[in-house]
């Protein structure tokens, strides 16, 4: 139960840091400048590309492909 | 005091609610600290962070494309390693895109991760596991540790090098394990460039006592079993003492293997040595401006008090086999951390402003240890204090 629950935490902070790098990183919508709609689509695309990469991360480890 | 530093105190007063006000707000550091994770987790394989598209897993296949040398993998030999790569990534990254001043509060973190790392470091030297050594090379292996700190001290200080750099090189280059060079930089309070040139300086005079030794000790005759003994002491780093001896052949290097134990348990020892030499040095001449290292330090470091209480709890068995392996999970990801910082706040122009002064104290002070190693191993072989294998 204790390896699960810091698995859990560990890939839901990489999902998030992931999420925030490319949020800040590459779509810079956390800029004074940028309106709501920039950081509502900058949010969701950030967040869907880090649950792509992890998905695809945690399949290679733990499921073999 | 003046006017604008009194309104700062005033201002710091009025705002702090807690121990924890000292330290920037969280959205000020999170550029950093997200620099640095995603550094980390493409250099490192971290516990918790599967991620195969790491440096560390590009070294481990290209050593399988080149092939071992000497039964070693190259990047090993050229010290890649969980502090390395990061710091490389950082390098890289920082030097051709720049480091923003978003990121620069978060990196500062690195001042609180190094001594964390350290004091983690504690269950992974377990004196007892070197008492199979036997007196004799133990005494070897702690008598040239001291010896080649304070030689290294001397020849920096003949050089007139930066003592800072020339305690860096000391560490590194008397415990044969260049991560040392990292672990003395919060003591000595080394500059980064003065640390990753050092670490440099250690690692390519590695390379040249590795390709070096055999010679040496065919020349001189020396035993294999006895050979393995002078590898691990008289080379740089793990891989190129390995090297070395399997250069030199079969049996020296299962005996390198066999001899490191006594080498690596005992390596806090050479940085703890260096530090309270260098900061004794700067209590007695306090007022001396060319005396730098240890810089506004004016007590022991409770961290480091903290990591000997770990270190002697260590000794003592506390921390069991999984502890110990779990813990040093932990040490990988905050030195990769750490080291990601450092790797971005350098440039290149640092690294290279000590100059080559430290690679000849390095090659100095190595080639004296090698000189004097031989010498004495020559005398306990002669003499039989040295058992030597049939």
């Known amino acids: 139960m204790f390896t699960l629950t810091v698995l859990t935490l560990t890939a839901l902070l990489l999902f998030l840091a992931t999420s925030a790098t490319l949020y800040m990183g590459v779509f810079k919508a956390h800029r004074e400048g940028a309106g709501w709609p920039r950081k509502l689509f900058s949010g969701l695309a950030a967040s869907a590309l880090s649950a792509i990469f992890w998905a695809g991360a945690y399949g290679y480890h733990y499921l073999g492909w | ?390």
Request: hydrophobic letters at 55%; proline letters at 6%; aromatic letters at 12%.
């Open chain 2, 1 to 390: 005091m003046s006017t604008a530093n009194t309104a700062t105190f005033t201002d710091y007063d009025r705002t702090r609610t807690s121990f924890f006000s000292a330290l920037y707000r969280f959205q000020r550091v999170l550029p950093g600290l997200l620099a640095m994770l995603m550094i980390s987790i493409f250099s490192n394989n971290l516990a918790g962070a599967p991620n195969p598209f790491t440096l560390e897993n590009l070294f481990h296949w290209l050593d399988g494309v080149i092939g071992p040398v000497n039964h070693q993998p190259v990047f090993g030999i050229l010290n890649s390693n969980f502090v390395w790569n990061p710091l490389l990534l950082g390098l890289i990254i920082g030097n051709a895109f720049g480091v923003p001043d978003t990121w620069k509060p978060g990196l500062s973190y690195i001042h609180m991760l190094m001594p964390l790392g350290i004091i983690m470091l504690a269950p992974h030297f377990m004196l007892w596991h070197a008492t199979k050594l036997g007196v004799v090379p133990i005494a070897i292996i702690v008598a040239s540790l001291f010896f080649t700190a304070t030689a290294t001290l001397l020849i920096a200080k003949w050089f007139k090098l930066d003592d800072r750099h020339g305690s860096i090189i000391a560490g590194g280059l008397s415990t044969g394990d260049p991560h040392v060079c990292a672990i003395l930089m919060p003591l000595i309070k080394a500059k980064g460039g003065q640390v990753v040139n050092a670490l440099v300086c250690v690692l390519v005079f590695g390379l040249v006592a590795m390709m070096a030794l055999p010679y040496l000790g065919a020349w001189l005759d020396i035993p294999q079993s006895c050979f393995g003994l002078a590898s691990v002491v008289g080379v740089g780093n793990g891989h190129q003492a390995l090297s070395a001896a399997f250069a030199r052949g079969y049996e020296a290097g299962r005996y390198a293997l066999w001899y490191d134990i006594g080498r690596h348990v005992i390596m806090p020892a050479g940085f703890i040595y260096v530090f309270i030499v260098m900061f004794i040095r700067k209590l007695r001449y306090r007022n001396d401006p060319s005396v730098k290292a240890t810089g506004h330090l004016n007590s022991f470091p409770l961290w480091l008090g903290v990591f000997i209480f770990f270190w002697i709890l260590t000794t003592l068995h506390v921390f069991k086999e999984p502890a110990h392996h779990a813990i040093f999970n932990m040490v990988k990801w905050d030195f990769s951390l750490a080291a990601s910082a450092l790797g971005l706040s350098l440039s290149f122009k640092d690294i290279a402003r000590p100059g080559l002064k430290g690679l000849a104290v390095t090659f100095v002070a190595g080639s004296l240890r090698i000189a004097v190693l031989l010498a004495a191993l020559v005398v306990c072989i002669k003499t039989g204090l040295l058992p030597v294998a049939p």
